[in-house]
């Protein structure tokens, strides 16, 4: 496999606060990776950095082969780069095809004249766009409401909508943070089989998560953070058994449970 996202000695500090800590990770072509860790580890925080929300205080960030380490939001999704974020940000008032539009704003390239007088290029990436946006919302389930206002929604299926909002520019690699977050048994299996369709299409996941049911059976690879540094990186197996990651995240008991699990 090749190497798709590489961090080398990333690092965030906020007025003295060091979030994020010299961390290196690797993420292949085609995989599902993980990053696990306690409350206030830096998970989030180096999400923003990823996808260019933030920038680094040091360290450098590879990604597609080019160095994005200061390149932009916008730069970054051009070059197949999307995510979802921890809490919900869905466009209540506008409908489903709507919201995933939004995401699909980086593939459009007609200039304003040409939309506004309604030239054949902005026309036909219109109707591009919407077949897109469509299609997107058929592969997570969500196609027989396409014109529903978003806030009409259960919150699995707005979580649902986000992650379709996020692949419907076919990106190279999508972020996924914390996307089992409140949601039931059924719906947390249903997410499952939806990540490991998203690999299959061709799209590689890296994920946060603190289920770590969900975590161990869908991650090739868990990266560990904890205050902000890596202190484990590994195969879920191989995460389980680690006294690092059980001291400081999991616990004897949760690690016995999830080795019987496997």
């Known amino acids: 496999m090749s190497t798709l996202l590489e961090l080398t000695g990333l690092t965030r500090r906020f007025a003295g606060l060091t979030a994020v800590d010299g961390v290196d990770l690797r993420v292949e072509t085609g995989g599902i990776h993980a990053v696990i860790g306690p409350n206030g580890a830096g ?13 680094p205080s040091a360290g450098k960030i590879m990604f597609a082969g080019k160095d994005v380490t200061r390149r932009s939001v916008h730069a970054r999704a051009a070059l ?43 026309g036909h990436e219109e109707r591009d766009a919407v077949s897109r946006a469509r299609a997107a919302l058929d592969f997570v389930g969500l196609s027989d409401r396409a014109e529903v ?12 909508l986000e992650i379709a909002r996020a692949i419907a520019p076919d990106p190279k690699l999508v972020l996924l943070d914390e996307p089992a977050a ?20 061709g799209t ?25 540094r890596r202190i484990f990186a590994g195969t879920p197996e191989a995460v ?18 999830l080795a019987g699990a496997a």
């Not at 506008?94 to 040409?114: C, F, Q």
């Not at 969900?214 to 991650?219: A, G, H, P, R, T």
């Not at 059980?246 to 690690?255: D, F, N, P, R, S």
Request: proline letters at 5%; a positive charge; glycine letters at 6%.
């Open 43 to 55: 998970k989030t925080t180096l999400f923003n950095l990823i996808s260019g929300l933030i920038p």
């Open 182 to 201: 409140g949601m039931n048994p059924a719906e947390t299996m249903a997410l499952a089989a939806l990540v490991r369709r998203i690999r299959e299409r």
């Open 80 to 122: 197949g780069l999307a995510r979802t974020f921890q809490n919900i940000r869905v466009f209540g008032e506008m409908s489903l095809i709507e919201n995933v539009l939004v995401g699909l704003h980086p593939l459009l390239s007609a200039s304003l004249p040409a939309i506004v007088l309604r030239r054949a290029r902005f």
């Open 149 to 160: 206002p978003a806030a009409s929604l259960a919150y699995g299926d707005q979580r649902r």
């Open 240 to 257: 389980r058994a680690a006294p690092a990651v059980i001291e400081a995240y999991l616990g004897h008991k949760v690690a016995a449970r």
């Open 204 to 228: 590689t996941v890296l994920l946060i998560e603190h289920h770590m049911g969900f975590v161990m059976q869908l991650s090739e690879h868990v990266t560990v953070l904890n205050f902000g």
